[in-house]
Nanobody, 114 residues
């Protein structure tokens, strides 16, 4: 079973930057490079929403709320997918989850506050 582990969350002031990463392990049939990977987020009392996704070939898609501020990337050699978040706003505060290969990480908290 594939395992996903997020890292890199924390507290940042509005306008600041943060990078969260997800490391995948446990591949048995197909490699990490074969899968679309996703970042979701869930704020308190709200549903879990898709933030960004990246295809095996590197094509990216973003939610309108983060376009131009967030960048998703992947390193297939290291089985990692990352989300660079710039110009952060208080409304970006949420638990950020990595998803792919029918698995979810446990999430990492991102708090944007002065």
């Amino acid at each position: 079973q594939v395992q996903l582990v997020e890292s890199g969350g924390g507290l940042v002031q509005p306008g600041g930057s943060l990078r969260v990463s997800c490391t995948a392990s446990g591949f048995t049939v197909h490699s990490f490079s074969s899968y679309i990977m996703y970042w979701y987020r869930q704020a308190p009392g709200k549903q879990r929403d898709l933030v960004a996704q990246i295809s095996p070939g590197g094509k990216t898609t973003y939610a309108d709320s983060v376009k131009g501020r967030f960048t998703i990337s992947r390193d297939n050699g290291k089985n990692t997918v990352s989300l660079q978040m710039n110009s952060l706003k208080p409304e970006d505060t949420a638990v950020y989850y990595c998803h792919g290969v029918a698995s979810w990480g446990r999430g990492t908290q991102v708090t944007v506050s002065s």
